[in-house]
T-cell receptor, first 115, second 114 residues
Framework: AQSVTQPDIHITVSEGASLELRCNYSYGATPYLFWYVQSPGQGLQLLLKYFSGDTLVQGIKGFEAEFKRSQSSFNLRKPSVHWSDAAEYFCAVVPNSGGYQKVTFGTGTKLQVIP | DVKVTQSSRYLVKRTGEKVFLECVQDMDHENMFWYRQDPGLGLRLIYFSYDVKMKEKGDIPEGYSVSREKKERFSLILESASTNQTSMYLC?????????????FGPGTRLTVT
């Protein structure tokens, strides 16, 4: 069955430390891939997306993600975390199979940043 | 700046009440969506609409209905609210066009049914 998995429910990092959030998918063909962020009390905002081409994607707020076909992964990274990055992060996928396809979201990873 | 607004941030209703959640977008987007968000379950699609008066069921439509009479407005209706519908409800919109799946979200409505 098609699915998207975020194995980490909660992650805590120190301010200034590096961050990697994991996302794995299970689809027949490489889907379109997205990362969204939800700050407390807010809706979701798109950080970055991957459709094709360069496997390292740059996004807003200093985030990047790397698509690895061999691992069916699309992990989100940031070299130095700021306190304002504390939020919940969602990976999302859309099947790349023509026509309109609905977006499937992962269950989210909540990031806590400690001083 | 693109904007999706939802009529209420917080709502408390009683079991059996009819509940309306309103969503308005100002981006002239064709597609609109209603999700519910629960801890550990992520976002689950309730209904979506790709045009005025058109609607499609999502993954969890039971107990909900929707209305889209105007392009900018998409309403979620709980015909008879139940306690298991206590949740965060998120509205989103996106433009049509194959390959453009970015969704723009409203701030959410936290609904409590007592």
């Amino acid at each position: 069955a098609q699915s998207v998995t975020q194995p980490d429910i909660h992650i805590t990092v120190s301010e200034g430390a590096s961050l990697e959030l994991r996302c794995n998918y299970s689809y027949g063909a490489t889907p379109y891939l997205f990362w969204y962020v939800q700050s407390p009390g807010q809706g979701l905002q798109l950080l970055l997306k991957y459709f094709s081409g360069d496997t390292l994607v740059q996004g807003i707020k200093g985030f990047e993600a790397e698509f690895k076909r061999s691992q069916s992964s699309f992990n989100l990274r940031k070299p130095s975390v700021h306190w304002s990055d504390a939020a919940e992060y969602f990976c999302a996928v859309v099947p790349n199979s023509g026509g309109y396809q609905k977006v499937t979201f992962g269950t989210g990873t909540k990031l806590q940043v400690i001083p | 700046d693109v904007k999706v607004t939802q009529s209420s941030r917080y709502l408390v209703k009683r079991t059996g009440e009819k509940v309306f959640l309103e969503c308005v977008q100002d981006m002239d987007h064709e597609n609109m969506f209603w999700y519910r968000q629960d801890p550990g379950l992520g976002l689950r699609l309730i209904y979506f609409s790709y045009d005025v008066k058109m609607k499609e069921k999502g993954d969890i439509p039971e107990g909900y209905s929707v209305s889209r009479e105007k392009k900018e407005r998409f309403s979620l209706i709980l015909e008879s609210a139940s306690t298991n519908q206590t949740s965060m409800y998120l509205c989103a919109s996106s433009p049509s066009g194959q390959g453009d799946y970015e969704q723009y979200f409203g701030p959410g409505t936290r609904l409590t049914v007592t």
